[in-house]
């Protein structure tokens, strides 16, 4: 069964800083894996998708990229902003049509 | 140009109670999802449906849980008799399909339904 985790759970910075949230998977067999934002009360925004046998996607100040055979997604956020502020959310799919969700990291971007 | 809907937004009912959950894709989606998300729990994923295939509903917690999407378009999920630990928000997400091609996965969500079982 995959499982997916995200660390750190909880991450404050600076406005200004360059940030890096991480994610993990155990079963490398994905077909793709997607990062999306959530807004408090409001649903999920997609923010890049990457296909298995891509290393990265970039979307302005957003990069993230993808090591499949050791099931780790990074995402680079550069220049960060307070509108950055948010939990981020990794999804990954397998065979089958369901994304699983690691737990999220909730960002907090100081002015 | 209307993204994901659903509705209602809120809804407060009684355990036991049946409640249906409405969503509207984005117009010339053919792939529709259904996911749950609780607090302790993170988001699961429910149910798909894709074209006019036989729907996926591995995710779907237990028999008291249904979901039908009409004409392709517009789904409802059915929950049945529901129990307290039925309070999450639901979420449907609709994508163009993978038939689409690479692009074609992109989940877009709706803002969900949240759902408190008194």
């Known amino acids: 069964k995959q499982e997916v985790t995200q660390i750190p759970a909880a991450l404050s910075v600076p406005e200004g800083e360059n940030l890096v949230l991480n994610c993990s998977f155990t079963d490398s067999a994905i077909y793709n894996l997607q990062w999306f934002r959530q807004d408090p009360g409001k649903g999920l925004t997609s923010l890049l998708l990457?296909?298995?046998?891509?290393r990265e996607q970039t979307s302005g100040r957003l990069n993230a990229s993808l090591d499949k055979s050791s099931g780790r997604s990074t995402l680079y956020i550069a220049a960060s902003q307070p509108g950055d502020s948010a939990t981020y959310l990794c999804a990954v799919r397998n065979a089958g049509n369901m994304l699983t969700f690691g737990g999220g990291t909730r960002l907090m971007v100081k002015p | 140009g209307a993204g994901v809907s659903q509705s209602p937004s809120n809804k407060v009912t009684e355990k036991g109670k049946d409640v249906e959950l409405r969503c509207d894709p984005i117009s010339g989606h053919t792939a529709l999802y259904w996911y749950r998300q609780s607090l302790g729990q993170g988001l699961e994923f429910l149910i798909y449906f894709q074209g006019n295939s036989a729907p996926d509903k591995s995710g779907l917690p237990s028999d008291r849980f249904s979901a039908e999407r009409t004409g392709g378009s517009v789904s409802t999920l059915t929950i049945q008799r529901t129990q307290q630990e039925d309070s999450a928000v639901y979420l449907c997400?609709?994508?163009?399909?993978?038939?689409?091609?690479?692009?074609?996965?992109?989940?877009?969500f709706g803002p969900g339904t949240r759902l408190l079982v008194l």
């Open positions: 990457i296909q298995s046998s891509q």
């Open positions: 997400a609709s994508s163009l399909g993978v038939l689409a091609g690479t692009g074609g996965e992109t989940q877009y």
